[in-house]
């Protein structure tokens, strides 16, 4: 297609100094199902059996990578070699491949050339001497480990060239973020040696539009019509269009689990929220333990579910507070709940050696508690404070799968997602004990 040609031509580029490669970088931010694979393979064979600019033919070391070793290596070995090269007549019988399960490759005996496979981790190319790398769906990493362990294999190579190519992920592919920053500057230095290649949308664009569906799928009116991108705007959800087919990273109010219009809503906006009676209480840390939090519900004045969390670092504070919460309010059995699957067993273990029953949830109860925090928010039913640490959290928060229903994923939600969960599963409690309508003693 001529977007494909066009990148090979660009990036391909020569130095008329030297007769070597001009850029050493090429970033390609794309939409999926563009034709990105067929380029990256007409690009990986072109770097393989390239000669030196006197016209020899040397031995070249190219490495492809994807979001991980498995897809790398059905990439290259079952896709590329088994359908491409042994249907390619010019090519038959000029190379070998092994199959080994972590050591695969094409080479090409001539030169001793190679296209291999390689990891995507802090391993990778490590005892290599690499020309070419290709990162493909560079989406899928977080961080530059890969970069970090690719790049220095290429440093003492003539002309070598490194490919980042991918649609963005949902704000956690920090790798496509820095070459994202990294590509602003280059497009306005005229001795970069980046190649920038960028088909998004910006964050004002219709998705609904054809024209920006024109401009950023270049395959459309190739390999992709309009009325099969009309069909998928109909079923898609608009994070994942957005994201898929048009390469703009997802915004936080398309992807986060909760309303964040209506969360903006439920901000307290005179005096600050005080528990007051039909207190319940929820224990929840993050991932790495390496924050603890408290969330309390209670009933506000308005009838409305008042939220307040605290956040603190570690653990060690959470059962002293607890106690302390649950004898100033007069808390009961099941006024307090955990997961001992979050790893608060220690937790709960010694609320209990000091009188304090605590509820330990379920997998059904941690489902229950998101639907009923959804619908509280939702309904402009709950009322809190706004708190940086717990605005945070409901911004950043992504959902998970559980069985029919789904709950806050402490992996793909963006910071710790802990006060939302525990303000879910605070908010449940109080929900289960104080159902709407229901009269507290002593409040009127």
Known sequence: MPWQSYVADVAGELDADTGRRWFDTVFVKVPRQQGKTNLLEAQMLAAARRPDPDGRMVRRV?????????????????????????????????????????????????????????ASNATAGHGLTVDDAVLDEAFAHRDLTLINAIQPTMITRPDPQLWIVSTPGNGDDGLMLHYEEAAAVALNDPDSRMAVF????????????????????????????????????RTTPAAEFDRAYLARRPTAATVAAVDLAAWSECRNLAGRLAPAGGVTLAIEVDPDR??????????????????????????RWLGPAVLDLVHRHGLTVMDVWADRRSGLGGVIDELAGR?????????????????????????????????????????GSRRRPLGDAWTFSKLESVGDVAPAAGAALAVAAYRQHFPRGARLGGIG
């Open 62 to 118: 190219v490495v492809y990578t994807a979001q991980d070793r498995a897809h790398a290596s059905v990439r290259i070995i079952k896709e590329f070699e088994q359908v491409k090269l042994q249907s390619c007549d010019q090519l038959r019988g000029r190379y070998t491949v092994r199959r080994s399960n972590g050591s695969e490759w094409v080479e090409f005996p001539d030169t001793w050339s190679r296209i291999a496979v390689e």
């Open 198 to 233: 960028d088909w998004s949308a910006t964050e004002d664009d219709d998705r609904a539009d054809p024209d920006v569906w024109a401009r950023v799928m270049p395959a459309l009116g190739h390999t992709i019509t309009a009325d099969r991108v009309k069909s998928l705007l």
């Open 290 to 315: 390496t924050f603890g939090v408290i969330a309390v519900a209670f009933r506000h004045a308005d009838d409305r579910v008042g939220v307040i969390i605290d956040r603190q670092p570690g653990t």
């Open 355 to 395: 009188g304090v029953d605590v509820h330990e949830v379920t997998a059904g109860d941690v489902a229950s508690a998101a639907g009923t925090f959804y619908d509280t928010v939702g309904g402009l039913e709950l009322i809190h404070d706004s708190q940086p640490e717990l605005d945070a959290a409901v911004i």
